[in-house]
């Protein structure tokens, strides 16, 4: 599948999906870039007034299997305020917010695009997550600014969900997920509460094997923030 847009609306506007509900979402092999070309097409997914997210916007009590995507729109640090995915009450690279009911996977994405939510809850692949089963997260990389107010990260703005994360590679020495610079792009991750390079704010534990490379500047206005 080959998203070649900018898709714009009110609220729970996606890539793909706007707002799912007691569903089990399976999208793969979705990219920006043609064939043969070395440049991604445009693409932005922008909400007025509520939320917004790469490929989904909102999935509700849903189960989520998301593999092999590439977006890129990738922005020098002067040209961060372009709104590419944006909303004002929270923005992921693939799902804006998400209530996970079954074993879930995220999978050999790529996200190198400004996520922006004007308030809370902005996340490189999920804005706000809450699981009340597994979502395992492997070989994934973000490689643009991730920019909100309170619970702001590099993969995940916001989780709860006491052992139901996991953060894998392939092998104990495989790099897995990875928030850095790209050679063309600027990445940073920056809001005013509850920012992390890899999670905003986690209520539980989390399960994390191999390598995860966090090369980013997290920037926190207020109260906490941590690499």
């Keep these: 599948c080959k998203l070649y847009c900018s898709i714009k609306g009110a609220d729970y506007v996606g890539g793909i999906v706007g707002r ?12 920006n870039i043609k064939p043969n070309a070395t440049e991604p097409e445009t693409f932005k997914v922008i909400a007025h007034e509520g939320r917004a997210g790469g490929i989904v ?10 593999k092999d995507i590439t977006l890129k729109y990738g922005v020098s640090k002067e040209a961060e305020s372009i709104k590419v995915i ?16 079954g074993k879930s996977q995220i999978a050999n994405c790529t996200m190198a695009g400004t996520v922006r939510s004007e308030s809370d809850y902005a996340g490189g692949l999920i804005g706000k997550a809450q699981l009340q089963d597994n979502l395992t997260v492997t070989n994934n990389s973000v ?19 006491n ?13 897995s997920n990875t928030i850095a610079q790209l050679s063309n792009g600027h990445v940073a991750v920056r809001g005013t509460d509850c920012v992390g390079g890899l999670i905003g704010y986690l209520e539980g534990n989390f399960k ?6 966090v090369s980013v500047n997290v920037t926190a206005n207020g109260c906490s923030g941590g690499g």
């Design 57 to 66: 916007a909102m999935a509700e009590k849903c189960t989520l299997t998301l």
């Design 143 to 161: 490689n643009a600014p991730i920019i909100g107010k309170k619970y702001v990260g590099g993969l995940f703005g916001y989780v709860t969900g």
């Design 20 to 31: 799912a509900q007691n569903a089990t979402l399976s999208i793969s092999g979705v990219s």
């Design 208 to 213: 994390a094997s191999g390598l995860h490379h």
């Design 86 to 101: 944006y909303a004002p009450k929270g923005a992921g690279g693939l799902v804006g917010e998400a209530l996970v009911t």
């Design 163 to 175: 052992n139901h994360l996991a953060l894998s590679a392939d092998s104990e020495t495989a790099s």
